[in-house]
C-alpha cells in the first residue's frame, strides 16, 4: 500500500504562504500524488494533482520532491476560506487488476487567523 | 456542468432501523465511490464500482451493509440494520474512469444519525 504522512494541525495568517507537506516514502513510480480539501460540512473537493514535475493551478501550486518521496502543497495567500482539512493521497493499489483505489489519510487541519 | 447528487441530505434513525441513500454521479463517470467518514476522521472507502462493476469492497460490512449500481448510472448504498456506530456522513464521489490519474468530484454527502 501506498501511504502518505501528514502533520494533524498547521497554522497560518491570512495573506501569508502556507506550506503543506506530505511523506510518501513508499510511492510507486507510476503513482500520482492527489491533493483535496474538505471545507466544514461538505465533501472533499479536487485542489491539484502531478507525477513529476511541479504543478500549478489557480487554486495552489504542488511541488515533488526530485525522488518523489514527498510533497508539498503550497497556497500562495491563506484566506479564511482556506480554512479546511488538507489531505494527500495515493493510490491503494488493488493486488489482481492494479486499479487506483483513493485512500485517505487523517489530512492536516489548516488554521487560518485574520 | 451538474455536480454529484445525494440524498437525502440528512438522516436519523434509531438501531435496527433500515436506511438507504442515493446518489447521481457527474454524466459519463464511469467510476462511482461510497465513502464512509466518522466525525473527526478522513473518508473510508466502502465500495468502488466500474460501470456496473464492483472493483473493491473489501472495507464494506457485508453482513449489513449493501450497495448497487444498476445500468452503471446512479447508485444506492443501504444499510439492514443499523448500529449506532454506522452514524457517519456517507460521501458519493464519481471519476471520469479508474486510472490514478483520475480526479474525484465528490457530493455534499449525507449526514446519518443512528440513535
Known amino acids: 500500500d501506498a501511504k502518505t504522512t501528514q502533520p494533524n494541525s498547521m497554522e497560518s495568517n491570512e495573506e501569508e504562504p502556507v506550506h503543506l507537506p506530505c511523506n510518501h516514502s513508499?510511492?510507486?513510480?507510476?503513482?500520482?500524488i492527489h491533493w483535496y480539501r474538505q471545507l466544514p460540512s461538505q465533501g472533499p473537493e479536487y485542489v491539484i494533482h502531478g507525477l513529476t514535475s511541479n504543478v500549478n493551478n489557480r487554486m495552489a501550486s504542488l511541488a515533488i520532491a526530485e525522488d518523489r518521496k514527498s510533497s508539498t502543497l503550497i497556497l500562495h495567500r491563506a484566506t479564511l476560506r482556506d480554512a479546511a482539512v488538507y489531505y494527500c493521497i495515493l493510490r491503494d493499489v488493488k493486488p489482481a487488476g492494479g486499479s487506483y483505489i483513493p485512500t485517505f489519510g487523517r489530512g492536516t487541519s489548516l488554521i487560518v487567523h485574520p | 456542468e451538474a455536480g454529484v447528487a445525494q440524498s437525502p441530505r440528512y438522516k436519523i434513525i434509531e438501531k435496527r432501523q433500515s436506511v438507504a441513500f442515493w446518489c447521481n454521479p457527474i454524466?459519463?463517470?464511469?467510476?462511482l465511490y461510497w465513502y464512509q467518514q466518522i466525525l473527526g476522521q478522513g473518508p473510508k472507502l466502502l465500495i468502488q464500482f466500474q460501470n456496473n462493476g464492483v472493483v473493491d469492497d473489501s472495507q464494506l460490512p457485508k453482513d449489513r451493509f449493501s450497495a448497487e449500481r444498476l445500468k452503471g448510472v446512479d447508485s444506492t448504498l443501504k444499510i439492514q440494520p443499523a448500529k449506532l456506530e454506522d452514524s457517519a456522513v456517507y460521501l458519493c464521489?464519481?471519476?471520469?474512469?479508474?486510472?490514478?490519474?483520475?480526479?474525484?468530484?465528490f457530493g455534499s454527502g449525507t449526514q446519518l444519525s443512528v440513535l
Open positions: 464521489a464519481s471519476s471520469l474512469g479508474a486510472t490514478t490519474n483520475e480526479k474525484l468530484f
Open positions: 454524466s459519463g463517470h464511469a467510476t
Open positions: 513508499t510511492i510507486s513510480g507510476t503513482d500520482y
